[in-house]
């Protein structure tokens, strides 16, 4: 029997923020229920002018319900394109409506979603989402089409994308419907679902477009990406402080998505002997990765560190497969993983982790069913519980916070708050800005080392966490918390959050990762830019509508 690897060593930043997408990512996940139950894809409207300007329907059909998604290309100038939260025109913006929208349902639509947070959405729609050209690219594809020539392979592979989308709202955000409202429904009980599909249709719509473009532009010369080559595009993504709360408020999903992973990898390695086609399988994968990691630019100098040692770890691994075959151990993947802690990073280790889950479906993909979470269950404080048995649990999984000093201007240098202007998290510089008093409840490990001081001061482990927090009602997070992660030990990250030489971006790869991004690229210690859908299949390739 192989174990799970443990909290103490993934739980860490510098691991989680090494993460890559695996099988078990939102939209692979997405990919393959698309797939397997042969929705049907269809475009119920095209009514984009000769300038580029216009609407346009894109639909899914399933087997119980169809999704639209609802697309406005605008005629955004260059000065006007940014992708800071606080932009307030786009090259194109996007809503997904629950269902086939009608002539009243457009007419909303037209007259709010161009607008962003300044128009409404309804519960109708499930997501509210923009996107920017990539300057470098766009025009590039749209002259090269329009003179009937491909685009320049190599261009593409640099930049990724034609858009990048700069926010997909949902969960009820700006009127949108609640995530409960569709949380039943087969197709989005997953997490992300809905933003997931938002992401590959506007991908969709972005080729379209070029393709549009090119045709006005160059009439009959004009010609369509090839498929082969149509495929490399995917769509960007700018992502800042605004996602990075997300993984410490929301602890039980947090948990499941790790456990899925970990379990999928327990899994693998007690595989026993390997198949010609999964060692196929996992030689394609690695050949692909390291084709990723060729293209895979970052300007960012942590990032560029990571991507020397990522390509050395490939190709070690690569020389590793070709030259030590150890495909032919008693229990091969394993054999194969335990090499990869001897002579990995922890970037390569965690890249080892998706070649590792990729040929092995039949024991993988059904752990996607496991990833989502009923948070309020997790919820309730058990008062009943004695101050010792809580003490115990403190030192079971926060020792590490236990040993940390917060007194010291290096351990509490930052805090988390809400922007005022934009109802977005921030993280501000305690000891250079005011703010402090706003606060937000994330710096966990200090909070749970309070809560055991004031544990320790009250000299009486037999008295009730209920009778403790009459007196200390401030702690009533920091005891919750705690009192989740010894039911669901993947719930917490075991590093200190306000931390001077705390990465942001850790938290922004982590979160990404699962949703299936690659060619992470930070442009700052509190944003990064991503691409995703890279190589998928588009909806055109689905089943015809009948």
């Known amino acids: 029997m192989v ?10 930043l510098q691991r989680m923020g090494s993460f890559h997408a695996t099988r078990l990512s939102f939209m692979p996940t997405l990919l393959r229920r698309l797939d397997r139950e042969q929705w049907r894809f269809s475009v119920g409207d095209w009514s984009i002018g000769d300038d580029g300007v216009g609407h346009a329907v894109y639909t899914v059909h399933g087997p119980e319900r169809s999704y639209s998604l609802v697309c406005f290309a605008h005629d955004l100038p260059d ?51 923009r996107a920017n050209r990539s300057v470098r690219l766009f025009e590039h594809v749209v002259a090269s089409l329009a003179e009937g020539r491909q685009p ?11 858009m990048r989308t700069t926010a997909v709202y949902g969960s009820g955000k700006f009127g949108a419907a609640d995530r409960v409202a569709v949380a039943d429904r087969p197709e989005m009980r997953g997490p992300f679902q809905a933003e997931m599909l938002t992401v590959w249709l506007i991908r969709a719509f972005v080729l379209d477009l070029v393709e549009h473009l090119a045709r006005i532009r160059g009439g009959d010369a004009a010609v369509a990406i090839e498929p082969g080559l149509r495929r490399r595009f995917g769509i960007g993504n700018s992502t800042g402080l605004g996602m990075a709360p997300f993984l410490m408020n929301h602890p039980v999903l947090l948990n499941n998505w790790i456990v899925a992973r970990e379990t999928a990898l327990q899994r693998v390695r007690e595989r026993g002997a390997a198949s010609p086609k999964q060692v196929k399988a996992f030689r394609d994968s690695l050949d692909l990765s390291i084709d990723n990691v060729r293209n895979w630019r970052s300007d960012h100098p942590l990032q560029q560190v990571k991507l020397v040692d990522l390509n050395a770890d490939l190709n070690s691994l690569l020389h590793h497969v ?72 403190i030192v079971k999984g926060y020792g590490w916070a236990l040993d940390a000093d917060f007194q010291s201007r290096e351990n509490s240098a930052r805090f988390w708050y809400v922007s005022e202007e934009k109802l977005e998290p921030r993280l501000g510089e305690r000891y250079e800005e005011p703010g402090a008093d706003l606060e937000q409840p994330l710096a966990t490990g200090r909070d749970v080392a309070l809560l055991a001081a004031d544990i320790d001061a009250w000299r009486s482990t037999d008295r009730t966490v209920a009778a403790f927090l009459l007196t200390h009602p401030e702690h009533r997070h920091a005891v919750r918390r705690v009192q989740t992660s010894d039911k669901y030990p993947f719930a917490e990250i075991r590093d200190n959050l306000i931390a001077a030489d705390m990465l942001p971006i850790d938290l922004l790869r982590c979160k990404l990762s699962f949703f299936g991004a690659t060619r992470f690229d930070p442009r ?10 890279l190589d998928a299949f588009f909806p055109h390739e689905l089943l015809e509508p009948a």
């Not at 174990?3 to 860490?12: I, T």
């Not at 090499?339 to 752990?367: F, K, M, R, T």
């Not at 700052?524 to 691409?531: A, E, G, L, P």
């Open 152 to 162: 320049d392979r190599d261009l593409v592979d640099d930049v990724g994308y034609l």
């Open 322 to 393: 070709e030259n030590d075959n150890p495909f032919a151990a008693l229990m091969p993947w394993d054999a194969l993983w335990q090499w990869g802690e001897s002579n990995l990073s922890v970037e390569g280790q965690e890249a080892l982790v998706s070649l590792l889950l990729e040929p092995h479906a039949d024991i993988v993909d059904s752990l996607s069913d496991t990833m989502d979470a009923d948070e309020d269950a997790a919820f309730h404080i058990d008062g009943s519980m004695t101050l010792g048995v809580l003490r115990n649990l």
């Open 79 to 129: 000065e006007q394109r940014s992708d800071r939260v606080i932009a307030t025109a786009w090259d194109a913006t996007f809503a997904l409506f629950d269902g086939v929208p009608d002539a009243r349902d457009m007419m909303r639509l037209t007259m709010n979603v161009p607008k962003q947070e300044a128009g409404r959405i309804s519960d109708r729609e499930l997501t509210l989402s």
């Open 3 to 12: 174990a799970l690897r443990s909290p103490a060593q993934v739980m860490r």
């Open 524 to 533: 700052s210690d509190r944003w990064v830019r991503i691409c995703m859908y």
